[in-house]
């Protein structure tokens, strides 16, 4: 059986790349790619593929501002996978967050 510190050293986690910037962009839907990179531990291009990913499967709108981009999450679309979709994803930014994500 690993060390707890063997366990620290692994990459994976419970959440996945999309479910993370889902709820890091519905804490901050003007947060920059190259910020949720930094913050998810991903390349900027990782980033940049999830979003799209999201953007084309509707869970994330994205809007040009400026030189900028703002994003929304559709709360209220169901998860994918058959054991979570009696889930929203606003249960899930819920959780991640710790409370209700803005607005």
């Given at each position: ?59 994330l ?19 994918r ?5 009696h889930?929203?994803?606003r ?13």
């Amino acid at each position: 059986m690993p060390t707890p510190t063997e366990d620290a050293t692994r990459p994976w986690t419970f959440l996945s790349s999309y479910a993370l910037v889902l709820i890091c962009v519905a804490a901050d839907p003007k947060t920059r790619m190259r910020d949720l990179a930094q913050r998810l531990g991903v390349t900027e291009r990782a980033v940049q593929r999830v979003v799209a990913e999201l953007a084309d499967a509707g869970y994330l709108a994205v809007t040009r501002e400026g030189r900028r981009n703002s994003y929304a999450v559709d709360l209220d679309r169901p998860l994918r996978h058959p054991l979570t979709a009696h889930r929203t994803v606003r249960q899930l930014v819920e959780f991640g967050l710790g409370g209700k994500p803005r607005r």
